[in-house]
């Protein structure tokens, strides 16, 4: 159950990775994270009514507020990273952070894993890596690109460390999830308050006109982020979170190929082979 989920978040992630990206390039990042957090929000405000999560109210629901915190920040770093540079190139190193804080945080708390898993570990990283790595004569990444890649990378990192202590059972994590969306989306306001008040826009250059005809690839992207987390934390609850780690950060290859078959981003041979051994790493996770 930890690989089928893990693999299920990896698949949400990169498909609202490519979304976000690409909604960024003709809409503000921030605009695009707030909007589709607010839609989150109200999916999610209707579930912890339907299903009373409330009663589920607890001093673990700091994690999920210390997530919503740090969410924003990376989620902007992240699509203005996916804007400036390519998809193929930005989504590999960003996932680098997701797989090392929480296998950082589960190794400190005492969690060994299998040999098997060990390799398939390496395998799945050294994939990941090789993803992310333009082949001799590609177009050098941007150091902007890099260092917000890389800010992402370790906020990513840390909400899916937080996200996976904020609840204990499924009405628990709808709360938490709930907590973390309408946090991000009081950080995500007040970013773009500051923002407009420096002369930043908020709105596409077609107003209000170009909000509305995105609406459905909004709540999209905001919803499908939701689905992750909630997948990702059902993974690590269920199963040693390095693994979950691992296989969640396989969600490159998701942005990339989303990349070749809508964009035509063409994959180089170093990047298709990293998917190749992510796909191999992959395999050796779940039989181990």
Partial sequence: MTAVFALTTSFLWGLADFGGGLLTRRIPALTVVLVSQLLAVGALGTIVVATGAWSEAGPQLWYAVAAGVVGPAAMLAFYRALALGPMGVVSPLGALGGVAVPLGVSLVLGERPGILQVA?????????????????????????????????????????????????????????????????????????????????????????????????????????????????????????????????????????????????????????????????????????
């Avoid at 395998?123 to 992310?132: E, Y």
């Avoid at 040693?240 to 780690?245: D, G, I, L, N, W």
């Avoid at 964009?263 to 181990?288: D, Y």
Wanted: aromatic share 6%; glycine share 14%; charged share 10%.
């Fill in 120 to 288: 398939g570990i390496a395998v799945a990283i050294a994939g990941v890596v090789l993803a992310s790595g333009p082949s001799k004569g590609g177009a050098p990444v941007q150091r902007q690109t890099l260092m917000l890649t890389l800010v992402a990378a370790f906020g990513f990192g840390s909400v899916m460390a937080l996200i996976a202590e904020a609840s204990h059972n499924l009405t628990g994590l709808f709360l938490a999830l709930f907590v973390q969306r309408v946090c991000n989306v009081v950080v995500g306001g007040g970013a773009l308050y500051i923002s407009v008040r420096r002369g930043a826009p908020a709105l596409p250059e077609d107003g209000w006109n170009g909000i509305r005809s995105s609406l459905l690839p909004l709540a999209f992207v905001g919803l499908a982020d939701v689905a992750a987390n909630g997948t990702y934390s059902i993974a690590a609850s269920n199963g040693p979170v390095t693994v979950a780690a691992v296989l969640a950060s396989l969600y490159p290859v998701v942005t990339a190929l989303a990349a070749r078959g809508v964009l035509s981003e063409r994959l180089r041979t170093v990047q298709a082979a990293g998917a190749g051994l992510a796909l191999m790493g992959t395999v050796l996770l779940a039989t181990g």
